[in-house]
Structure formats: structure tokens, C-alpha cells
């Protein structure tokens, strides 16, 4: 609901300094993982301290300001409202509030107001006034006039800012609510008390949550103090995103990318099922059972009909992005599976979100309209382990017929993931001195077209696209196949992906290794270091550091130092950022190598995976791993004894051996000939599983280079010619 609340301490006399922009300070808590915070900012006249704290029972921000130096010189607070998530329409006034000068702003259901006391408990504001952003604010008063001159009592509606003067000691409590007065109601009622009470509240019951956390968990995670600590930190940060109103979501971020620069709507103050789902992954890791069960609960509320999920949405689950990302609609499946191994569902009832979903599932794949990213669609191999492990773990809670389909598609697409998202002999093979790698995504027709993975695949966040084909991307993403057990960590084609990986991919920061996550990327700060605008250069990201952590582990080595690369990228506070800095340094835009960017942060994603990997270290597996996976495949790639054609796959190749099942939304007739000969035999399609209409045809003794066509009649009668597809009998 704000952009920012700063500081600035000035003289009165023409010197000024606004507080943010002073490189000299410290941030410490009472313990790591209590979100209490104190601030020390320090310049050759003053020291400012300040003291920040939730208040416990309110929707109140409470922070005690203390000014240190020179007698002459007198703080002031600027705060820039967002209200509603966004700076237009904002309306600022100062005013007077049963008695009490307030600093207050509203936009339609949403208010804020920001009151202050000294240290007798009297009020504390003396000058006033707010104004426009970049035009009439207190920021612009001091820019040009060296003081606090104006006195504006009224700004808006638009994108305004308030301005007070404080004494050198002050308590200052920022309030939400549902208008300006109910936001001054709490405000005030925060403020006659020792700041030093709700200050000791919360190290109190955060310090118990912890311990509690701590009671809970299974495992020695042996891990030095620092870790420990940002493991605390990181608990801390999935605990501060969960909503108190809509029990169970989480948003990504607190914060908003280049949030300093844009004035949008979002961010990442929205919900996405699958950072919602890799959270609860994190949170029971760290015994809150009880907070994965609500998230399952969340999700089940918002599923659509159909079985998926939006893209994003807002807290209330209402839509915002509503792109179709089937990892997305397979995360909630894995989570439900989880908390039933562990015995942990407490009279959830899942199998009918678990149906929904992987009838989605198997209606819509394997090809996904986006990956992981939002970028692209295709075939991804980030999804499809998602997908495969979905529908292993969750066929188990499905009748025999859905569990039958769910297990065959499961097992055919485990079995066709080289054939769609494996080049060999490329030139980038060659140069690298390997067979061939895993691609970042193949487009659809992929499927039916080996060499569709040769043209272009657009690259849509670069001021000029790279021009780069499909099998000249590469990605981090085929790391999920060893991690939830679909590859094993020494197959050649795991470790010849690995070294193209790391030798477009990989930066060796100053506080260690990091991944881009494609070549090419462009979300990241424009080379100058300008926030990205739609266009930029892509960073690397400490997220991908603990996805590394983990294959690692698998691959027989200590994943300490991903840990500790990790932590070494967070900012003072211990918040992970999305991205970091890969490039010289750009002091004046306060970017350093191996430092935290201008994106999001924290990242709770990154959070959990930090928590997840210290916890995977302690197992001597990765911990979201589920162990039907893992006993279905253990590592290895399986024959499909059934090859699947759907209209989502329309494969043109089976192997010798395989026999064909057709799969339709709708029943149909199929007539298929072997050859050339124009003799079709007429099948009826049977329901099958997971809304599927199937015929499997007798085709497992034909040779290699046979091949058989088919049409599918569905009992149109709109005068279309039936279409014959042809598929070969290979090795």
C-alpha cells in the first residue's frame, strides 16, 4: 500500500540529506528471524537510529526515530502511498483527527494515516504538507528551496506524497485500514505506550515460533551459525507473506521489480500456485504442517473448473495474469501427495481436486503454452517432470480407470522426454565437445516434427531478439529430472547438459556461483544498469544456485558451498534477491557484483529453496522428491509399452514394440490400415480414464519402417474430409 517511508534530516538553513541515499548504515535484529529491525544510518553530523516493528494486535507499523549530531538538525519523514497497489488516484491531506494532526491518504476501499508522538506521548508533527510526486512533494520543496517551505494541506487525486516535520525523538505509527479515519483509529491507538512494549511482544513470539519450528523438525541439519541464521531468516519470510484474511495464500513478493521506477498494479504482490506450492514444500521442512494444510485448502478453493489454476491472482482469487502453465496445475497435486505420505491431511478430501487437475493435465500436454518462465510455449522439461510426478503421486488417490490412464500417459511421456527436448550434433554441441543436450523448450509441433526445434524461438524481453533457434537455447530447467527422480545425476546426457550449462550459463560471482536462466534472457537491468522496462539483460539467480545445490547432492557432492553462496547474495537484512548483479560496478545505481539487483526482493521462492536444500543436505535427498516417483522410475528412463496419440500429441513415430492408443476428449470412430492398402478396420473409442475417449490399436507386431494410418471419425456432419495421420514403426 506505499511505495517507500523515508527520511529526511535537514538544518533549516540549506543543508539536507535524504537518509536512503547515504551508503554509511547498518540493519540488525534482535535475533536472526524476528521481523524487528533496527537501522543506523550514519553521517559526519548525525547518526539516525531507527527502531521498526509490527504492533502484534494491529494493522500497524510502528517506528521509533531517535536523531544523534548536531543540535540544529531536525528529521522529517516523506512517505509515498500506493494504495490499492498503485499510485494513481491517491488523495493526500493533512488534517486534524478527534484532536490529533495526521498525516493521512485514500483511495476508493483502501486508507492510510500516519501519526506521531514524542516522547511524551504528545503529537508530534510540526510542519506539514503534502503534494505530487515530482512536482509539489516535500522530496521537491527540499530540491529546490534547501527546507521545508510549503504548506499544502490537499493533493490529489494522482500519485502524491506527504511530508512531515518530527522532533529528534519521535514514535511514528503508519496505520491501514478501510478508510483514512478507521487508519487513524488504529494508528492512534498503537501509540500511548512505551515503544519498547509491542517492540518486546515480537521478539517474544517470534522467538517461541522458532523454538516450536525447531521442536518439530526431524533432522540435524549441521549447518554453521551464519546458515543456521539464514535459515531463520528465510522461515521468517514465508511466514510474513502468508495473508492473514485469505488463510493460505502467499504472495511471491512484498516487494515490487524496479518497483522505484514503474507505477503499476501486481508486481509480485500476487498469488502463484506454483511459488505457493514450493513454499508449502519449505514450510514442511520446517514443521508448520498446519500452514501447508492451509495452503492445499486455499489452492482447492481456487481451483477452476476445468482442473487448473490462474496464472497468478490476487489474494481474493481473483484473476490477474490468466496465461496456462500446466507445472501450475500439477503443483497442488504434489502437495497433496506430500501431506497424505506424511499422514498430515487431517480430513482434507483430495481425490476430486487431484481428478480435476490431471484430467487438465492429460487433456492439455505435454506441450505447455508457458514454461516456467511465462515466456514460452512448448514442450518444457521443468514441466514435464512436474507433470510426470503429478501424475504418479496422484494417481494413487484416483478410481482404477483414471489411475490406469494417468499412469500410462505418465510412463509414455517419461519415455518421449529425449525424443522432444534432446539436439545432437548441433553446432553448439560440437564446439562444447558433447553428444548432445537438453533444450530449453521445443516448440509444440516439436512433438510431430523433429525438426521444428531448428526455427526461431522468439525471445520476447530483448530490445532485439537474439534470433536464436529452439535447439540454440538452453536452460537450467532439466535439473528437475534428476531431483524428483525421473535421470540419474551421472547419466551422460545430464552431465553433457551440464557442462553446456555452465558454459553459457554459469557466472562465478564474488559470493559465488550463479545461473542465468536462459541464453539470451533479457529480464534484468539494461546493460547501463536502468531498471528493465519491458526489455533489459537477464542476471543471474540465486534461486538456481540451490536448484544447483540440489542436483549436486545427487551427484554425490556437499551442497554447503550452493548454502553458503546463497546466503552471501542476500542483502544486510538476510533477504534473498531474485536476481544479482554480474557486471562491473555501478555505485551511483547502487549495483555490485554478486549483489542483489533492482528485481524482487526477498524472493520468497528463493527462501524456500534455501530452506529445502538445507534440509535435503541433512536427508541425503532432495526432500521434495516423492517416493512413488521415485519408486516408479528411480532414476532411470522407462519403455512405454503404449505410445499415446492425442490431439495435444500428435506424434508421428512409435517405437518397434509399442502399442498405440488413441486418446480423444470425445468418443469417436477410428478406422486405421496398415500401409498403403485402403482397407480400414473401424474401431469405437471406450471410455477410458480422466475424461479420455481411447482406442488401442493392435500395431506392437509391425516392423521397423512400417507404418499405419488412421482417421478419426467423430460424427461431424459439417461435410469435412476426415484427416489421415501416419505414424512409423521406428527403432
Not at 511471491?252 to 498494479?265: D, M
Request: hydrophobic content about 40%; proline content about 6%; glycine content about 8%.
Amino acid at each position: 500500500q506505499i511505495r517507500d517511508l523515508g527520511f529526511i534530516i535537514a538544518d533549516g538553513a540549506g543543508f539536507w540529506v535524504e537518509v536512503k541515499r547515504l551508503n554509511d548504515y547498518t540493519v540488525s535484529q534482535p535475533e536472526p528471524g524476528i521481523p524487528a529491525y533496527t537501522l543506523e544510518h550514519r553521517h559526519p553530523r548525525f547518526t539516525l537510529t531507527l527502531r521498526i516493528t509490527p504492533d502484534p494486535q494491529r494493522d500497524v507499523l510502528l517506528i521509533e526515530c531517535r536523531l544523534q549530531g548536531d543540535a540544529e538538525l531536525q528529521p522529517y519523514a516523506i512517505l509515498a502511498p500506493r494504495l490499492g497497489g498503485t499510485g494513481n488516484n491517491n488523495q493526500a491531506e493533512v488534517a486534524r483527527y478527534r484532536g490529533r494532526r495526521m498525516l493521512w491518504a485514500e483511495q476508493g476501499p483502501f486508507g492510510l494515516a500516519l501519526a506521531a508522538v514524542d516522547i511524551n506521548q504528545h503529537d508530534a508533527w510540526r510542519e506539514a504538507s503534502v503534494g505530487f510526486v515530482g512536482y509539489s512533494d516535500g522530496w521537491q520543496d527540499f530540491n529546490r528551496n534547501g527546507s521545508m517551505r510549503w504548506n499544502y494541506q490537499q493533493a490529489g487525486p494522482g500519485n502524491v506524497a506527504l511530508t512531515g516535520g518530527l522532533p529528534r525523538e519521535s514514535v511514528l505509527a503508519l496505520g491501514f485500514a478501510s478508510s483514512k479515519e478507521s487508519a487513524a483509529t488504529v494508528a492512534l491507538s498503537a501509540l500511548p505506550r512505551n515503544f519498547d512494549s509491542p517492540w518486546q511482544q515480537q521478539i517474544s513470539d517470534w522467538h517461541d515460533w522458532h523454538s516450536s519450528c525447531a521442536m518439530h523438525c526431524a533432522l540435524d541439519l549441521d549447518l554453521p551459525k551464519a546458515l543456521l541464521d539464514e535459515l531463520k531468516i528465510s522461515a521468517m519470510v514465508l511466514r510474513t507473506h502468508q495473508d492473514q484474511i485469505f488463510t493460505g495464500a502467499m504472495i511471491a513478493s512484498l516487494s515490487i521489480p524496479w518497483g522505484e521506477t514503474r507505477n503499476e498494479r501486481g508486481g509480485y504482490h500476487l498469488v502463484w500456485p506454483r511459488d505457493l506450492v514450493e513454499s508449502a514444500g519449505a514450510l514442511l521442512m520446517l514443521g508448520a504442517d498446519d500452514k501447508a494444510r492451509e495452503i492445499l485448502r486455499y489452492l482447492i478453493a481456487t481451483q477452476l473448473d476445468d482442473g487448473h489454476w490462474y496464472q497468478n491472482q490476487w489474494l481474493g482469487g481473483k484473476p490477474y495474469w490468466q496465461g496456462t502453465q500446466l507445472d501450475e496445475a500439477a503443483f497442488p497435486v504434489l502437495l497433496a501427495a506430500e501431506l497424505a505420505a506424511r499422514d498430515a491431511l487431517d480430513g482434507i478430501e483430495i481425490s476430486d481436486m487431484i481428478t480435476r487437475a490431471l484430467t487438465f493435465i492429460v487433456h492439455n500436454g505435454p506441450a505447455t503454452d508457458q514454461d516456467r518462465w511465462e515466456e514460452n510455449a512448448g514442450v518444457n522439461t521443468f514441466t514435464l517432470a512436474i507433470c510426470i510426478a503429478a501424475l504418479v503421486s496422484g494417481a494413487e488417490f484416483l478410481d482404477q480407470q483414471d489411475q490406469d490412464t494417468a499412469y500410462a500417459i505418465a510412463d509414455f511421456w517419461n519415455s518421449r522426454i529425449e525424443s522432444w527436448t534432446v539436439v545432437h550434433d548441433t553446432t553448439l554441441a560440437q564446439k562444447h565437445g558433447v553428444a548432445g543436450y537438453y533444450i530449453r523448450t521445443a516448440p509444440p509441433k516439436s512433438i510431430m516434427d523433429e525438426e521444428a526445434v531448428s526455427e526461431h524461438l522468439p525471445i520476447k524481453n530483448r530490445l532485439q531478439d537474439p534470433g536464436l533457434s529452439a535447439a540454440e537455447q538452453i536452460s537450467t530447467d532439466f535439473l528437475q529430472l534428476v531431483r524428483f527422480g525421473l535421470r540419474r545425476a551421472d547419466d551422460p546426457l545430464i552431465q553433457d547438459s551440464i557442462r553446456i550449462v555452465d558454459a553459457l550459463l554459469k557466472v562465478d560471482t564474488p559470493n559465488g556461483p550463479s545461473w542465468y536462466r536462459y541464453n539470451g534472457d533479457g529480464y534484468g537491468e539494461h546493460r547501463d544498469g536502468s531498471a528493465f522496462d519491458g526489455t533489459g539483460h537477464g542476471r543471474p539467480w540465486p534461486l538456481l544456485t540451490g536448484e544447483r545445490g540440489h542436483y549436486e547432492l545427487l551427484a554425490g557432492n556437499d551442497p554447503l558451498p550452493y548454502l553458503g553462496a546463497m546466503a552471501a547474495m542476500a542483502g544486510l537484512g538476510g533477504m534473498l534477491p531474485e536476481q544479482v548483479w554480474d557486471a562491473e560496478p555501478i555505485p551511483k545505481r547502487r549495483l555490485y557484483p554478486g549483489r542483489a539487483t533492482g528485481s524482487a526482493m526477498p524472493l520468497v521462492w528463493a527462501h524456500a529453496e534455501f530452506i529445502k536444500l538445507a534440509h535435503s543436505r541433512a536427508a541425503g535427498y532432495p526432500v521434495d522428491r516423492l517416493d512413488t516417483v521415485w519408486h516408479r522410475y528411480k532414476g532411470k528412463r522407462p519403455k512405454a509399452d503404449l505410445a499415446v496419440w492425442s490431439p495435444r500429441a500428435r506424434i508421428d513415430t512409435i517405437y518397434h514394440g509399442e502399442a498405440l492408443c488413441i486418446c480423444l476428449p470425445y468418443p469417436a470412430t477410428i478406422r486405421f490400415w496398415i500401409g498403403d492398402t485402403t482397407d480400414a478396420d473401424p474401431m469405437q473409442t471406450a471410455t477410458t480414464g480422466l475424461g479420455m475417449h481411447s482406442a488401442t490399436l493392435p500395431v506392437e507386431v509391425l516392423s521397423i519402417g512400417e507404418s499405419l494410418q488412421f482417421t478419426i471419425d467423430a460424427g461431424k456432419t459439417d461435410g469435412t474430409t476426415p484427416v489421415n495421420y501416419r505414424i512409423t514403426v521406428v527403432s
